[in-house]
């Protein structure tokens, strides 16, 4: 079964300091890992995909199948970071279904 | 905005009564999802459909129906509506094609089942 774990419900973080968003997934196979982020009174939206190495908004995420895990990181946090983070994943072939993480709501604190 | 809304946007229902929520898009994307957004849950799948006709459970799929005839809609059926059914509903839409696209997500059905 795939599963996505994020292990903080809750994170806050000074403007101007590094962010971690922690993802853990299970998938028995080759998964596609996404980030999707919802801004308050606004829709869940794509952040990032691993496929795609890009960098939104100054996140980063890495894929590390080894410790089967895609954190989001962004070195220095602004104020507008504040929303409701959800890391996602979906196989990388049809017929797939698309599975959330509980979320983790991240506050900056000016 | 892609096209992607849902209907109601909230409705009040009572407890045993059947509810049935609408989702249509105008992308015509194969794959369409039902989840269930509640606090320390985050979002938990219903059901979804990778064409028409062509529907499977998600984790919560218990109490719930879906029902897929055309390309451009997905309906969520509660069959005898509970309290615990007293969700905010969030249908997606997604699209696969060497790799998946964005998941665009519809507004949000607030359901309140007294």
């Known amino acids: 079964a795939q599963r996505v774990t994020q292990p903080e419900k809750l994170l806050s973080v000074f403007k101007g300091a590094p962010v971690e968003l922690k993802c853990n997934y299970s998938?028995?196979?080759?998964?596609?890992l996404f980030w999707y982020v919802q801004y308050s009174r606004q829709r869940l939206q794509l952040l990032l995909r691993?496929?795609s190495r890009e960098s939104i908004k100054g996140f980063t995420a890495d894929l590390n199948k080894g410790e089967t895990s895609f954190h989001l990181k962004k070195p220095f946090a602004q104020e507008e970071d504040s929303a409701m983070y959800y890391c996602?994943?979906?196989?990388?072939?049809?017929?797939?279904?698309?599975?959330f993480g509980t979320g983790t709501r991240l506050t900056i604190i000016p | 905005d892609a096209g992607i809304t849902q209907s109601p946007r909230h409705k009040v229902t009572e407890t045993g009564t059947p509810v049935t929520l609408r989702c249509h898009q105008t992308?015509?994307?194969?794959?369409m999802y039902w989840y269930r957004q509640d606090p320390g849950h985050g979002l938990r799948l219903i059901h979804y459909?990778?064409?028409?006709?062509?529907?499977d459970k998600g984790e919560v799929s218990d109490g719930y129906s879906v029902s897929r005839s055309k390309t451009e809609d997905f309906l969520l059926t509660l069959e005898s509506a509970t309290s615990s059914q007293t969700s905010v509903y969030f249908c997606?839409?997604?699209?696969?094609?060497?790799?998946?696209?964005?998941?665009?997500f519809g507004q949000g059905t607030r359901l309140t089942v007294v």
């Open positions: 997606a839409i997604s699209d696969y094609d060497r790799g998946w696209t964005e998941a665009f």
């Open positions: 998938y028995s196979g080759s998964p596609e």
């Open positions: 691993h496929i």
């Open positions: 996602a994943l979906s196989g990388n072939f049809g017929n797939e279904k698309l599975t």
């Open positions: 992308e015509n994307h194969r794959y």
């Open positions: 459909s990778y064409g028409v006709k062509d529907t």
